[in-house]
């Protein structure tokens, strides 16, 4: 690696002022588990790097009045161990556990997995289809935002190049909300994602699918929510027919490519069985639960 | 033991103590510690007993693999060693007008570099030496190393290449065997064909019998490149001495053929050229010919300073050889039952930009193509050709994992296409003791058809077959 | 320069290091400790595995100023002057390695699974094995050996 500076602050004000003072020379270091790659193997480095791993703000996993905040030092292990999710969020702990392998998420955190903003990133699916909201911190303060606004395009966010990202907060009414998640990759292990997905929903009175949404990874430049399939779905009755026709609506929502890993054709079929699933899924943890 | 030498022992501790103090004060790295770990030898129980058969075999090194002590050559250092680097041509075809160095070598940390050129003599290989060590007139694949800069860093010497100016005249590639052997062609070396080996094995007479023939299969298939990729990247390290000798430290496999081509290239006697192989962290085939060897040696000599040159992994998959691709014609002539009466073969194999280990590769999936069955009359036809890909070379089986991916598929079609069961059919047409292989030999200690029994009674292949 | 202080296995070592300095590089050319090894330099291949905190992570994906303050557990610190530890036991009379490269790495991600997990299926074996490749062996002496190694530990198997 090419020479660069590295410092540590420890509080959010530092961060934001060591980001005033060195961007765009600055880059923010998280896990490393991209950026150092980033930094070995391509020639744009950095002068100084803002390790933010050291900032409490950005670490824990707790309840808080708004929903469950989730700082975005969290690595994907501690997300798998964290007792609540565990319970309230199964479909967080299988993303985590499709990223990388145990030692890139010993060491890769959520928060970086979202700013790296891939389109087959696999924090992403499960978060967006919990209308998780992002707080952001700059030299104007804070901000909070819908995680759909941070995406903006591949390994694109809104992040200006002196904010950083905060924590990720999972809105009160949706922690616990049967939720689904899954990734087909070419490996179990160590494989990116051709398609992922997932899927939640209330179950209203009377068996329907309240609030469902559903969310898909490596089929748009960015993880993308499928709208017109989840409209579909709204006060509709919970039945397997309607989750296969959610499937081949989400098809068409989707702008998949051809590449080395698969075809554009693959990924829309996988889309939809990976909806339908999705879907049944989640509904299979609500009966689980009641 | 003598109270004398104890005391001398103490002292040295305390010498070495105070060491370590002085070292933290001044903050500079660490005085390495020796590693303890137990010492007592594992006695291989195998070794001392005859017959060895259903006894364990220890591996002689497996203990100090699992403690981390094995020394791979990225694990040497040696005083005042400097780092290499190769530069990549990334361009598939073309002829190289000039080559400027300059500016890498003004470059603080970087001691030399060095081109083509400057090789005694610039061709290696094992069976034809067509391949540059760094290609000095034209570029014939993307991998092809151009120049190498030797640096005090690894860093640096990577950031060195980058200053490496080098100007090319691109020439059409051709990337497609059944392009390349074509007679106009584009030629990929100055030759009359691309195709630099070939073999005919002939027996019976297959178009009488393929006349004689119930059913007739005319099938393709192909098989794609494939990389060694051994957890260890290649490696060494080379000191050239005052006394005008070379030792070299590689994870190169075979080093005495190593031994002969350095003294080949370098062109000097055999005897100045001293190999050390070490433990290689996987070879597969691919670590069975020079890469970097001479080139660290000349550098070394440059600059007279031990040179180390480890691959990165992109090194590695685009400039260290590759399985070949083949492209398989089979047409097979079936009796009624399913006996093969006759079986006729064309191979062609992607032989990338340089020979390397092709003829041996060739040879061997010529001879094993018909499939480890009684055939009477066989034809086989096998070529290599060249084309601008990164080159391919030898890889565990040479060639008989590609061909017996065309015969098996070509049976189970047939046994399909008969409705006999595939295992059936393989019993009907297997070797057996004392059978003819198609060039002639007779062969001994078959057991084809046992281990089909014993394999399929072990997965029940009846069951659920 | 950077002062980075590290526990490596359970000693205090220090040096001063260029920020850039990787984990990897600081354990091998700092402190002389080659066990682990760079093979793919981007994460993938687990040759670099090293215990911080008792988690395995890729030491090529870590900077050495990340670990400081640390507890670093490499290979060399894994067996005592007295004992092996029964992974390498069980590795050695399997053969489970074959040409060793991807050995330190494995072993010590074998270790953190059997410290959290002292009676781990194969498929969890699997599943924590899944950053450490290996080229020679098809995995089936790895599997084995860690399954024999949990045995042991569990003093199911007397430490033979």
Known sequence: MRAFDYIAPDSTESV???????????????????????????????????????????????????????????????????????????????????????????????????????????????????????????????????????????????????EVLVDIIIPKENVGKPTHFLKFGLRKGQALALVNAAASFHVGDGNIFSAPRIALGAVAPVVMRATKAEDFLAGKEITEANMAEAGEIAVTEIKPITDFRASKEYRRELVAVFTRRCLAGAYALHQSRA | MDDKVRVAEQQDLDTLESLREADADLRLPAVVEPVAYPLETLTPVARQQTPAVGQRAPRPDGRLHGLGQTKYIDDMTFPDMIHAKVLRAGIASARIISIDVSEAEAMPGVLATLVGKEIPVNSYGPSIQDQPLLADEFVRHAGDGVAAVAAVSEQIAKDALAKIKVEYEPIEPVFDPLEAIKEDSIKVHPTASNIYASKIVKKGDVEKAFAESAHIFEDQYRTQMVEHVPMEPHASIAMWDANERVSLWSSLGRITLGRADMARVLNMPVNRVRMIATIVGGNFGGKNELTTEPVLALLSKKTGRPVKGVYSREDEFISSTTRHPFIMDYKTGVSAEGKILARKVRLILDGGAYCSWSETTLGKACILSPGPYNIPNVHIEAYVTYTNKTMTGAMRGFGAPQVCFAYESQMDDIARKLGIDPLEIRMMNAFEEFADSPTGQVLESVVVKDSLKIAADRFGWKENG | MTDVTLTVNGKERSASVPPETTLLEMLRSKLNLTGAKLGCDVGDC???????????????????????????????????????????????????????????????????????????????????????????????????????????????????
């Open chain 3, 46 to 160: 687990g040759a670099c595995t090293v215990l911080v905190a008792g988690k395995s992570v890729n030491a090529c994906l870590m900077l050495a100023v990340q670990a400081n303050g640390r507890d670093v557990l490499t290979i060399e610190g894994l067996a005592t002057a007295e004992a092996f530890h029964p992974l390498q036991k069980t590795f050695e009379e399997l053969a489970s390695l074959q040409c060793g490269f991807c050995g330190p790495g494995i072993i010590l991600s074998a270790k953190t699974l059997l410290d959290e997990n002292p009676d781990p299926t194969v498929q969890e074996i699997k599943d924590a094995l899944a950053g450490n490749l290996c080229r020679c062996t098809g995995y089936t002496k790895i599997l084995e050996g860690v399954v024999d190694a949990a045995r042991i530990m569990n003093g199911k198997q007397d430490a033979a």
């Open chain 1, 16 to 162: 934001v002022a060591a980001l005033a003072a060195h961007s765009p020379n600055a880059r923010l270091l998280g896990g490393g588990t991209d950026l150092i790659v980033d930094l070995k193997h391509t020639s744009n480095t950095p002068k100084v790097l803002v390790d933010v791993s050291q900032v409490e703000d950005f670490h824990g996993i707790e309840m808080t009045d708004r929903g469950l905040r989730i700082g975005s030092m969290v690595t994907h292990t501690e997300i798998m161990k964290s007792e609540i999710i565990q319970k309230e969020l199964p479909a967080m702990v299988d993303a985590a556990h499709t990223v990388g392998a145990v030692q890139t998420r010993n060491l890769g955190t959520l928060g970086g997995n979202l700013v790296t903003c891939v389109p087959s990133m696999d924090s992403g699916p499960t978060l967006l289809a919990l209308d998780a909201l992002v707080t952001i911190a700059g030299p104007k303060g804070s901000r909070q935002i819908t995680l759909e606004e941070f995406f903006v395009g591949p390994r694109k966010t809104c992040l200006e190049p002196d």
